[in-house]
């Protein structure tokens, strides 16, 4: 059923996130989530080593968010083994650049579960509460029963060997947007929680 990874070939493409209604920036949200964490010393430095103008020379074909291109794949055609592979190279080479530069995924794009553990427990309790194993196997599941209704008419485009690679490779990207989105909640749960609640109560008081 490799087709079931078909859709994020197809579908998966980043989105303006909003600020979850603090009028706080991206950065100023990860900071108060991760503070005190290792991911608060591990990341600027991921950040620099990916994104520095200095380090970014001769590293052509990556772009910015806002630079995508062509934007999400239409849902009626079915891409080449070829096409996806390197639709999913450039969607996601700054998502890999960082998440290797942490520790999280090696070389070979496995991820690196024991440190990804490691970091997650330095995180604050509020922020780790909302966090679930199983609240990513869940989503992961929706996402490729969801794909494997829209795309089925693309199962026989591959051979059994490309199959086995989308499945794998795609399997990740849902598992890494599943988990991203789960900690985007938690932090803004987290924030709610410790700071925004207690604020309004004062104000009350």
Avoid at 42 to 58: E, I, M, V
Avoid at 147 to 175: N, P, S
Wanted: hydrophobic share 40%; proline share 1%.
């Amino acid at each position: 059923a490799f087709v079931i990874a078909l859709i994020l070939a197809s579908a998966l493409a980043y989105e303006e996130e909003d600020d979850g209604g603090y009028c706080l920036s991206h950065e100023a949200t990860g900071a108060i989530c991760l503070q005190g964490s290792t991911l608060a010393d591990k990341l600027p430095q991921a950040f620099y080593a990916c994104f520095s103008d200095s380090n970014r020379r001769g590293k052509g074909g990556k772009r910015g968010k806002g630079g995508k291109k062509g934007g999400k794949q239409g849902a009626d055609k079915c891409h080449s083994f070829d096409d996806i592979m390197q639709w999913v190279e450039e969607e996601f080479t700054d998502d890999g650049c960082v998440l290797k530069q942490i520790g999280w995924m090696d070389d070979e794009g496995n991820f690196m579960h024991n440190i990804i553990g490691a970091d997650l427990a330095s995180l604050a309790d509020g922020v780790q509460a909302g966090l679930s194993e199983q609240g990513v196997a869940d989503c992961v599941a929706d996402k490729m029963a969801a794909g494997a209704e829209k795309y089925a008419h693309c199962e026989a485009a591959y051979t059994e060997q490309e199959g086995a690679v989308l499945m794998d490779v795609f399997t990740k990207i849902a598992g890494y947007k599943c988990f991203m989105g789960q900690l985007k909640e938690a932090c803004g749960t987290f924030i709610d929680t410790e700071y925004v609640e207690p604020l309004i109560m004062s104000l009350y008081n």
